[in-house]
């Protein structure tokens, strides 16, 4: 069983142009970025537009990533939903279907109290055997999954393991490795923190930019491991200006268009979020221009 750590992508969902799901695209980015050395694969994430998706087809994707990745890399996909009814039924399809863990985020748009969140997440851990991250993502969900939240759930599910915190909140991320149990698995989810997450303990980062740039996100922790610090600085560095470009655009479009200028078959994103045009995109191609992903 491979190790919960490293670079993990959370994949974009292609579409074709009907917007149905485009199998054949998504497995031509799977072998993309596990042939870049990424440590994992999330499935159905924000990045991966989840919020779009039918329950159905969020269980079909994950089947997709298991199959295709065969072993290659861990795969966890994003199995919550805004009812623990359905978050139970997505988790346990991941479990069954030969996922190494799942990553819940927190019920979106109905904004659960502390104690509500506790046992949703509770319920959903105890409903599997195979291990269950938390995802605190309070900038979309407009609830923050507290270090104590995650500490009592873990005090409750044995297979209650880690969480990927995209507050953006250094802080609030280095409090889970304070907080919750020794083993407990801290990973950042926000591009611009992953140097600095490493040295303070988390075990790695689910990064949208990998998508694009995985061989430069994959060589940030590389170097860490290393112990060349300046080198895994400077590649920070380089992937700022990918990370500060998601602000050209509604979310999750910058990541699929940028994707698509380097010829990977993204698609668009689901309506109602559009493409970039004019300036925004103008500013995107001379962003991967610089980077050298495109001539």
């Known amino acids: 069983m491979h190790e919960i750590r490293g670079i993990v992508v959370p994949v974009v969902t292609p579409f074709n142009q009907d917007e149905s799901v485009d199998e054949s695209a998504l497995r031509q980015i799977v072998d993309y ?76 748009f109905i904004q659960p109290s502390a104690a509500e969140q506790i046992e949703h997440m509770t319920r959903v851990a105890r409903s599997v055997a195979f291990p269950v991250l938390a995802y605190n993502n309070p900038g979309r969900t407009s609830v923050n999954f507290s270090p104590a939240m995650a500490a009592a759930v873990a005090a409750q599910a044995d297979n209650f393991v880690g969480i990927k915190d995209s507050s953006g909140d250094l802080t609030n991320t280095l409090d889970y490795i304070d907080t919750c149990p020794p083993g407990f698995r801290t990973m950042v989810g926000r591009d611009t923190l992953i140097y600095a997450a490493l040295c303070c303990g988390c075990v790695g980062a689910v990064a949208a930019t990998a998508n694009v740039l995985p061989e430069l996100a994959v060589g940030i922790y590389d170097a860490y491991q290393a112990g060349d610090h300046a080198l895994a600085l400077e590649r920070q560095r380089e992937l700022a200006p990918l990370r500060h470009a998601f602000t ?36 995107l191609i001379a962003i991967l221009r610089e980077m050298g992903k495109i001539d």
């Open 33 to 108: 970025l596990i042939e870049a050395g990424v440590h994992g694969l999330f499935p159905s994430g924000s990045q991966g537009e989840l919020y779009a998706l039918s329950t159905e087809e969020k269980k079909r994707v994950m089947e997709v990533v298991v199959e295709h990745t065969n072993g290659r890399v861990f795969v966890m996909p994003s199995t919550g939903a805004i009812t623990t009814r359905e978050s139970i039924e997505l988790t346990q399809y991941a479990e069954a279907c030969g996922a190494d863990a799942a990553s819940v985020i927190t019920p979106y």
């Open 248 to 283: 050209l655009g509604s979310f999750p479009v910058v990541v699929k268009d940028a994707m698509e200028l380097m010829g990977l078959p993204a698609g668009a994103c689901r309506a109602p979020i559009r493409s970039l045009e004019g300036e925004p995109r103008e500013q």
